[in-house]
């Protein structure tokens, strides 16, 4: 992955509530201006309200943030596409953009129940993964 060029990257899951908006906020925080970032899903719904409260734990204010399609991103705006699916299936976005793939459970874990602390551990640690995998990125970057 060493020299790895781009200089906008989109993160795409399905709701672009939770894996996704986090590492638009992380990625944002990372490259800051050097890098365009953006984030959508196939069925946008909501920022989920335990994303923003994993990222504000880090600084990163995810409250103004909110759910796009992937639909309204230009492919020209593109270079890199990372699709955080796991066991739904990932939105298909149809560019000539490298693309990669990092699976990550939903941390939302909706069908299960959970305590607030419990989900929210559930999100810190997506959270933390993205993080190291942006971290990782960031090195290979051209």
């Known amino acids: 992955m060493a020299g790895l060029r781009f200089d906008s990257v989109l993160f795409l899951c399905v709701a672009n509530s939770a894996r996704s908006q986090m590492a638009e906020g992380l990625a ?3 490259f ?3 890098v365009r970032v953006q984030s959508a899903g196939s069925a946008p719904s909501r920022v989920n309200p335990f994303a923003v409260r994993a ?5 990163i204010d995810l409250s103004t943030h909110t759910s796009k399609s992937v639909e309204t991103i230009d ?5 890199l596409v990372i699709t955080l699916c796991a066991e739904e299936v990932c939105p298909v976005f149809l560019s000539s953009a490298r693309r990669m793939h ?3 459970t939903d941390p939302d874990r ?3 129940e959970l305590s607030d602390e419990e989900r929210l551990a559930s999100f810190r640690v997506a959270r933390d993964l993205i993080r190291a995998r942006l971290a990782e990125l960031a090195a290979a970057r051209a």
């Open 102 to 104: 990092w699976p990550l």
């Open 55 to 59: 990222m504000a734990e880090l600084g």
């Open 32 to 34: 800051g201006d050097a």
């Open 28 to 30: 944002r925080a990372l």
């Open 75 to 79: 492919p020209e705006s593109v270079d």
């Open 110 to 112: 909706e069908h299960e």
